[in-house]
């Protein structure tokens, strides 16, 4: 059967083959000897169809000196290939037994024949073109037959669909309405003529043989709009489009559309010894591109720069350097250059990199300063980007003197005393730039603080279009609470009556008491015996209780805490520097992790239940060999980062990113900072730990950036102003709204976050894949509300001053559709909850739905009834009526099946 007239096609000939995007697409056309992992895509449902030129062979071919020459009867000049002359027996035994059993022995089940009609160039009498066009579909139908099963799509033909199009299951043609001139290397519109000829070959096709018709068109992909108006109209007729570059080799539009949602952020690793995770790009630009909805890639420039145009792959390109120092700055300016051409947006902060001529600057938009800066310098304009934490001062040390030429907005500017304009934070069509020194405010001991307003700087200079972002803060409508137990000083004595262990203070105290979900770790090395004795200790013996107890995920802090993990972050240890000092033992990767992770589950933790994450030590940072081993081990990661947000510190730079990977290892941040930073290292006040309340209040007004986290060590169970600190936390935290789940159930949200991917179709619908636990959407008010009826696994929203959230149950392959609509929704859905929703099944009455949580089971729906009850297993639960729906609580965890009635 013919494949049907709207399934989505994307064709993707580039090097770098972007296997997770290309997955929107139901059908894709690929140029074989550029990917290497066609399982994936066929797993994830898409037919994939290998590109096949049947009339020309291009001289990088890595096949071409196989092609005999005597097969040659012409040359393509203007795309520098040899033309195939069709009638020779040797290119058909060649092509079959050779090419495309090779392909078909690779798993390719499907072909797209390019170049049917190359013949043409060369053969213009009527008998030689009648003899090519029978050699064609001769060859047509033996591919047929020598392959049973193989799905074939044509690139015209038209003369030859009466002996092939029976074998065929679409027909493609290109340039409709919008088409590319090779020789003279532009995009064209095509000829009301040529249109109307086109038109009724597609149409007689589409009629006569049932096939599926794909017209791929030519825009400059820099004319977003134009590209998308131009898929329409290819659509409206009934085709399926694909518009894109005539290379081929970037991502286009269709059926659907990719919203790339990649960052590329670059920084010069000649400037940060230690590494990214001391960068600026890292530690302050990537958690406001997060926030707005977009995952970072990092790369040090001078460990090369991809070849390849990150149009529709990626949404832009971030940079920040502090000088003008670039090892290979020629290089580095060609290739911004060039991918600037192709439609990408940069932002630049700080420095550009290199010394720029006005040859370079005039593709910005500005120029040199004609004379130096006569001081004073005086702020000339500024707008609603600038002043967001602290007022720019006029400065002239470390600043790019430039001039605005014409086509950009200036957000900052200041002139000097001979009234010379200068820009410093401007946008135009290409991106936008932000210059040293009035990014970043620098003050007392390194504090910073925000000159520009990142979120919309960025929003502005990278054309970011407002989208549903995914979020790891909130689930089901409630801000997620965190509770994490590093192993630090779980054998100190603690200083109260009985002197009894820290360890057990924690686990009475709290642990126990409050019974929210909580992830305990310990340091081996701190509470084992050294000596082979199976014998426990008493801190080993209150451990193994720890673990049994249902609220408790088990995790290991090592087994000599080490201060780092980096061998180069051993000369200034930048967290915590304690190192447990063991006799006759030297630093060993695997038995820090794999030797103190078997040792957990092989001595303190209950049967069934076995070690889940491992929380990094020292400073935080782990290397890839570290990561790469908890990975293998099956175990999430995290610590590092953490925010230290306060009133005396009320600025988003001290708020990290969610991680860093390496190598597509990655490195998972604590939130929230531990008590070890509130206590100064542990050394006092030791009610420090009390203005953690501050960083989650402030972390979530204006902006919700962080979930809560109670973040602490063993050793904060042995004093007692920490103990009453630690008790004051833990009673703030609990009268929040929120929704507590343990440390790897927060890992695996940001390991989504990371990888998720974004379509829209022509019609709105909002295609979201790769979630499974990342349950979240911030919805921009721009967007509208979610429209339940129109969309899939989409069962709530719930609209705070923080943002829009809306609920989301992805079906079995990580996948959600959303339809928005204006209109506030007047249906039963959820509102909040403290549970994981399970099955959400709408019913004549109702709702039948799954849930269960870490502690009883609270629900909140909204619902136009006047009445609303649920019925389960213990009989009818009534609810409370509240101003926004119905509010339930049960008096378990775990109520199973129910069945939510309103009427």
């Known amino acids: 059967m013919p494949a049907s007239a709207n399934s989505s096609i994307a064709f993707f000939y580039g090097q770098s083959v972007p296997l997770d995007l290309l997955s929107h697409y139901k059908q894709v056309v690929v140029e074989p000897e550029n990917i290497d992992n066609l399982d994936y895509l066929q797993a994830k449902g898409t037919e994939v169809f290998a590109y096949i030129s049947i009339g020309e062979v291009h001289?990088?071919?890595?096949?071409?000196?196989?092609?005999?020459?005597?097969?040659?009867?012409?040359?393509?000049?203007?795309?520098?290939?040899?033309?195939?002359?069709?009638?020779?027996?040797?290119?058909?035994?060649?092509?079959?037994?050779?090419?495309?059993?090779?392909?078909?022995?690779?798993?390719?089940?499907?072909?797209?024949?390019?170049?049917?009609?190359?013949?043409?160039?060369?053969?213009?009498?009527?008998?030689?073109?009648?003899?090519?066009?029978?050699?064609?579909?001769?060859?047509?139908?033996?591919?047929?037959?020598?392959?049973?099963?193989?799905?074939?799509?044509?690139?015209?033909?038209?003369?030859?669909?009466?002996?092939?199009?029976?074998?065929?299951?679409?027909?493609?043609?290109?340039?409709?309405?919008?088409?590319?001139?090779?020789?003279?290397?532009?995009?064209?519109?095509?000829?009301?003529?040529?249109?109307?000829?086109?038109?009724?070959?597609?149409?007689?096709?589409?009629?006569?043989?049932?096939?599926?018709i794909i017209v791929i068109d030519y825009v400059d992909l820099k004319q977003k709009e134009l590209a998308r108006k131009t898929a329409k109209r290819i659509s409206d007729q009934g085709f399926t489009p694909w518009v894109a570059n005539p290379s081929l080799d970037i991502l286009g539009v269709g059926l659907s559309e990719i919203i790339p949602r990649r960052i590329l952020a670059l920084y010069n690793g000649q400037e940060y010894p230690e590494g990214l995770q001391q960068t600026d790009v890292h530690k302050l630009l990537a958690m406001p591109l997060e926030y707005l909805g977009y995952a970072v890639d990092y790369l040090d420039v001078n460990m090369g720069l991809p070849a390849n145009s990150l149009t529709g792959q990626y949404a832009g390109i971030v940079t920040w350097f502090n000088n003008d120092a670039l090892s290979r700055p020629i290089a580095y300016r060609d290739w911004l250059l060039r991918q600037i051409d192709t439609g990408i947006k940069v932002a630049i902060l700080g420095n550009l990199g290199f010394k720029a001529n006005n040859s370079f600057l005039q593709h910005l938009g500005v120029k040199l300063s004609q004379s130096a800066i006569k001081e004073p310098l005086k702020i000339e304009q500024s707008d609603k980007i600038i002043g967001f934490e602290a007022k720019p001062h006029p400065k002239t040390r470390g600043f790019t003197a430039w001039q605005a030429?014409?086509?950009?907005?200036?957000?900052?500017?200041?002139?000097?005393?001979?009234?010379?304009?200068?820009?410093?934070?401007?946008?135009?069509?290409?991106?936008?730039?932000?210059?040293?020194?009035?990014?970043?405010?620098?003050?007392?001991?390194?504090?910073?603080?925000?000159?520009?307003?990142?979120?919309?700087?960025?929003?502005?200079?990278?054309?970011?279009?407002?989208?549903?972002?995914?979020?790891?803060?909130?689930?089901?409508?409630?801000?997620?609470?965190?509770?994490?137990?590093?192993?630090?000083?779980?054998?100190?004595?603690?200083?109260?009556?009985?002197?009894?262990?820290?360890?057990?203070?924690?686990?009475?105290?709290?642990?126990?008491?409050?019974?929210?979900?909580?992830?305990?770790?310990?340091?081996?090395?701190?509470?084992?015996?050294?000596?082979?004795?199976?014998?426990?200790?008493?801190?080993?013996?209150?451990?193994?209780?720890?673990?049994?107890?249902?609220?408790?995920?088990?995790?290991?802090?090592?087994?000599?805490?080490?201060?780092?993990?980096?061998?180069?972050?051993?000369?200034?240890?930048?967290?915590?520097?304690?190192?447990?000092?063991?006799?006759?033992?030297?630093?060993?990767?695997?038995?820090?992790?794999?030797?103190?992770?078997?040792?957990?589950?092989?001595?303190?933790?209950?049967?069934?239940?076995?070690?889940?994450?491992?929380?990094?030590?020292?400073?935080?940072?782990?290397?890839?060999?570290?990561?790469?081993?908890?990975?293998?081990?099956?175990?999430?990661?995290?610590?590092?980062?953490?925010?230290?947000?306060?009133?005396?510190?009320?600025?988003?730079?001290?708020?990290?990113?969610?991680?860093?990977a390496i190598e597509n290892q990655l490195q998972v941040y604590a939130p929230i900072a531990s008590d070890h930073i509130y206590t100064n290292g542990w050394q006092g006040p030791f009610y420090g730990f009390d203005r953690v309340i501050e960083t989650m209040q402030l972390t979530d007004n204006p902006l919700r950036l962080k979930p809560m986290h109670i973040h602490y060590h063993f050793y904060s169970g042995s004093k007692i102003a920490s103990i009453n600190t630690l008790t004051s936390v833990y009673d703030w935290s609990i009268k929040q709204e929120s929704r507590a789940i343990w440390i790897s159930e927060y890992t695996q949200k940001v390991k989504e976050f990371q990888n998720m991917t974004i379509s829209r179709s022509l019609d709105g619908t909002w295609n979201i894949r790769g979630l499974q636990?990342?349950?979240?959407?911030?919805?921009?008010?721009?967007?509208?509300?979610?429209?339940?009826?129109?969309?899939?696994?989409?069962?709530?929203?719930?609209?705070?001053?923080?943002?829009?959230?809306?609920?989301?149950?992805?079906?079995?392959n990580g996948q959600v559709l959303l339809n928005t609509t204006s209109k506030f929704p007047s249906t039963t859905y959820l509102l909040h909850s403290n549970g994981e929703i399970k099955k959400w099944h709408k019913t004549a009455e109702g709702v039948n739905l799954q849930i269960h949580a870490h502690t009883p089971v609270e629900l909140s729906i909204a619902s136009p009834s006047r009445n609303c009850y649920i019925k389960w297993k213990d009989g009818t639960l009534n609810a409370q009526h509240q101003h926004q729906g119905w509010r339930f609580i049960f008096p378990v965890a775990n109520p199973g099946n129910v069945s939510l009635v309103c009427n």
């Open 59 to 212: 001289q990088t071919r890595s096949w071409y000196s196989e092609v005999s020459k005597r097969w040659f009867m012409g040359s393509n000049v203007e795309w520098g290939s040899s033309i195939i002359n069709l009638t020779k027996e040797g290119w058909h035994d060649y092509l079959i037994n050779k090419y495309l059993t090779k392909l078909w022995k690779a798993g390719y089940r499907g072909f797209f024949l390019d170049t049917l009609d190359s013949y043409q160039r060369v053969v213009t009498d009527h008998d030689g073109r009648l003899r090519q066009e029978k050699a064609l579909a001769n060859l047509i139908k033996r591919i047929h037959q020598h392959f049973p099963g193989v799905k074939l799509i044509l690139n015209r033909g038209f003369e030859i669909l009466p002996e092939v199009g029976r074998y065929a299951v679409a027909l493609a043609a290109e340039s409709l309405y919008q088409g590319w001139d090779q020789s003279n290397k532009n995009y064209t519109e095509v000829t009301e003529q040529d249109r109307k000829w086109l038109l009724e070959k597609l149409r007689y096709a589409q009629n006569q043989y049932g096939l599926q």
């Open 405 to 660: 030429l014409a086509n950009i907005e200036t957000h900052l500017s200041l002139i000097d005393q001979s009234k010379q304009s200068l820009v410093a934070v401007f946008t135009g069509h290409w991106g936008g730039a932000a210059l040293h020194p009035y990014v970043i405010e620098t003050g007392y001991k390194g504090r910073q603080r925000w000159i520009i307003d990142p979120f919309r700087f960025l929003a502005k200079a990278l054309d970011l279009p407002e989208i549903p972002v995914p979020d790891v803060t909130t689930d089901n409508g409630r801000r997620l609470l965190l509770v994490q137990v590093d192993g630090d000083g779980a054998s100190n004595k603690a200083e109260i009556p009985g002197t009894p262990l820290a360890i057990k203070v924690i686990q009475d105290y709290f642990l126990k008491k409050y019974n929210l979900p909580a992830t305990v770790s310990i340091i081996e090395g701190e509470i084992s015996r050294s000596s082979s004795s199976d014998k426990l200790t008493e801190t080993e013996k209150l451990a193994r209780d720890i673990f049994k107890l249902n609220n408790i995920e088990i995790a290991s802090h090592s087994y000599s805490h080490p201060s780092a993990w980096f061998q180069k972050n051993y000369i200034v240890a930048r967290g915590d520097d304690f190192h447990l000092a063991i006799p006759e033992y030297e630093f060993d990767l695997e038995r820090e992790i794999a030797g103190s992770v078997d040792y957990i589950n092989k001595k303190l933790a209950p049967e069934k239940k076995q070690v889940r994450i491992f929380f990094w030590t020292g400073d935080g940072l782990a290397n890839k060999e570290a990561l790469t081993l908890t990975r293998t081990l099956g175990l999430e990661n995290m610590n590092g980062g953490g925010a230290t947000m306060s009133k005396d510190e009320n600025t988003i730079t001290r708020v990290p990113p969610l991680g860093y």
């Open 773 to 812: 636990t990342l349950r979240t959407l911030r919805l921009p008010a721009s967007i509208g509300w979610p429209d339940f009826k129109r969309s899939e696994g989409v069962i709530g929203v719930r609209d705070v001053k923080q943002g829009r959230y809306v609920h989301l149950l992805p079906n079995r």
